[in-house]
């Protein structure tokens, strides 16, 4: 998750995430060579008196400076195409679960099983345990099996919201009426974290998202622990 001061992306927890990173990597050099170019010239044209006819009224500058833009814009499009298909790809999900936005609360049922879902509320500060994250924790986690792909099928009962868990790479809106789908797979254990990422009304800020993403035989065992409660 992320930390104070931090200037970089939260740590990848999954293959999408990966991907996104190096993406971010990529871009962010071609932005820093050309801002160190168009610097350059700028230093140049102010410090010298000196001109150059060449440079002035050349046809082999101007077909370079033309080209190369262009040729820069796709090595920029073509890794984002590619990531965008990434993304969009859903092969045979192991688990399917379903995350509806109130206001200000989330619901999740996991459709494979017949009477499991659960809502998830925000723990409200006064009542966390010691090593708990203020307004990011959750009384009940989304729990998903890791190293599985997983599909949610995002929607809203009320307003637009917004489900997004940065670490997995995932952001999709919630809309109401309308059912959209995303996916994920947790490259390795560990606890997610995310909000609401839609201004939805007055508590907004406090209707977090929890990932837990544990081993299967743990989930398994979860699951069946939630159906006897239920």
Not at 71 to 88: E, G, K, N, Q, W
Not at 98 to 104: T, Y
Not at 196 to 215: K, L
Request: proline share 6%; aromatic share 10%.
């Amino acid at each position: 998750m992320a930390h104070p001061a931090q200037l970089g992306l939260q740590d990848a927890a999954s293959p999408v995430m990966e991907e996104l990173l190096h993406f971010h990597d990529h871009a962010l050099m071609i932005v820093f060579l050309i801002s160190t170019l168009v610097l350059y010239i700028i230093v140049c044209m102010v410090s010298t008196k000196l001109t150059n006819k060449y440079i002035l009224d050349s046809q082999e500058i101007e077909i370079v400076w033309t080209i190369l833009p262009a040729v820069i814009l796709i090595m920029i499009a073509l890794p984002s195409l590619r990531i965008l298909y990434l993304m969009d790809e859903i092969n045979n999900p192991h688990l399917t679960v379903k995350a509806i936005g109130h206001q200000w609360y989330w619901s999740y049922e996991y459709t494979d099983y017949n009477d499991l879902g659960f809502d998830s509320y925000m723990v409200p500060t006064q009542d966390l345990a010691p090593g708990q994250f203020r307004l990011l924790e959750a009384d009940h986690r989304m729990v998903v099996p890791m190293e599985s792909p997983v599909r949610v099928l995002v929607t809203a009962e009320d307003v637009l919201h917004s489900w997004a868990v940065p670490a997995l790479g995932v952001k999709m809106d919630a809309v109401p009426g309308r059912l959209n789908q995303t996916a994920f797979i947790t490259s390795r254990p560990g606890v997610f974290y995310g909000q609401c990422s839609e201004i939805c009304g007055a508590n907004h800020s406090f209707m977090p998202i929890v990932v837990e993403a544990v081993p299967l035989e743990h989930f398994e065992n979860w699951s069946s622990k939630m159906l006897e409660d239920a």
